[in-house]
């Protein structure tokens, strides 16, 4: 028992005091090719995964191991890893980072310029030909028409047969039915009585804009006297209580209403 709490005593010391000294700190500077520190380079310690960033400078301190590496980024450069040795731990490591090359599309020039205007313009100038071929088709789209058109029609020998011949339009019989149905189905006018007329005049006031009368200052009982005006003089009731076409039913009022203001004082506010 006294053995084992011996070797326990010394064991756990020696432990932590290699843990203790496994992880260090490696000091560094990044710059760019052109020797200037960098700023805001992400420093990773691929190993432990701890990372961090340069300051304004391109300083940094992180913990490592021996053979640890580090990796380097930075937007706009290539990244760079470094494994970390014995050596690295006494003296800062330098970083130089070198800037992605971003390539440009050759543009070939195939005009080259002499500086004689009058050989110049004809290089960047339509040919004559083409100009003269041009304004002769102009001309030609403007000119007047002098020859016949082709009689669009088909060869009667080419034509379908002619049902038609000898035999009663089948479209005429059609248009005819269609007729006898309209006349059957269409409704008839009749005098509308005092309800249908009530009726009659409060869809007017439901379902027709009537701010046109409004804006001469009338009132919701003034209203009601001119549509019982309109109602007599156009028949409205009569005529649109059993068909109701709003665009027919306003301009029966518009009509009405221009009479209407020759015998009742309004104003136009």
């Known amino acids: 028992m006294r053995t084992y709490i011996k070797q326990s005593f010394y064991t756990v010391p020696l432990f932590m005091s290699a843990e203790l000294f496994s992880q260090q700190k490696v000091t560094g500077n990044v710059k760019s090719t052109d ?14 995964h701890q990372s961090i960033l340069s ?12 053979n640890d590496e580090l990796r380097f980024v930075k937007e706009g450069y290539y990244r760079i890893d470094k494994k970390i040795g014995k050596e690295d731990f006494g003296s800062p490591l330098i970083i130089s980072l070198k800037k992605n090359e971003i390539e440009i599309p050759e543009v070939k020039i195939t005009f080259q310029p002499t500086g004689n205007l009058e050989r110049d313009n004809r290089n960047l ?24 058109l082709p009689d ?3 060869s009667k020998t080419f034509a379908s047969p002619d049902y038609k011949v000898g035999q009663v339009s089948l479209l005429g019989v059609l248009d005819a039915a269609k007729g006898l149905f309209k006349k059957a189905t269409e409704l008839k006018i009749t005098k509308a009585n005092y309800k249908e007329t009530e009726d009659f005049l409060r869809r007017i006031k439901e379902e027709i804009n009537l701010q046109f009368l409004r804006k001469y200052g009338m009132d919701e009982e003034q209203i009601d006297e001119f549509l019982i005006y309109a109602n007599d003089t156009r028949t ?10 709003i665009n027919i039913i306003e301009s029966e009022l518009g009509v009405a209403f221009a009479e209407y203001r020759k015998t009742h004082k309004l104003s136009n506010i």
């Open 152 to 154: 669009n029609t088909i």
């Open 55 to 66: 300051d304004t400078s391109g300083n940094f301190i992180i913990e490592a191991a021996e």
């Open 35 to 48: 020797k200037e520190g960098l700023g805001s380079v992400l420093i990773i310690n691929i190993s432990s």
């Open 236 to 245: 409205l009731a009569k005529k649109y209580r059993k068909n109701f076409k």
């Open 125 to 148: 100038n339509e040919s004559r030909k083409v100009v003269s071929l041009r304004s002769e088709l102009d001309e030609y789209m403007k000119s007047p028409l002098n020859e016949a």
